[in-house]
């Protein structure tokens, strides 16, 4: 009858002690572009709030207004296609022309 024999287990290695580079996804440039649709989002939707009125009254030309109404929703999505490009776009290395 054989004995059973006893495997090594592989030691579990520390990431904080892996000397292998940290790759970063996104670059300088991705962030400006991202705090500029987010920047972008902020005035979109402050545009879209306002319009303090007496509990008493209805006043639709406040409501319906061309800012409320239309700039502000296309400010928000420009903001959110600006976002969008941020994270997709890859910045050109200096050597590419």
Do not use: C, W
Request: hydrophobic content about 35%; overall charge positive.
């Amino acid at each position: 009858m054989s004995t059973p024999t006893k495997y090594n287990k592989p030691s579990k290695s520390n990431p904080a002690q892996s000397s292998a580079p940290m790759n970063i996804i996104l670059k300088k440039e991705n962030y400006y572009i991202l705090g500029f649709g987010i920047l972008l989002l902020i005035i979109g939707y402050l545009l879209m709030s306002g319009g303090e009125q007496p509990a008493n009254q209805y006043n639709t030309d406040e409501i319906y207004s061309f800012r409320r109404i239309t700039l502000s929703p296309i400010v928000v999505v420009i903001g959110y296609i600006v976002i969008a490009f941020g994270v997709m776009h890859r910045p050109q290395k200096k050597g590419d022309n």
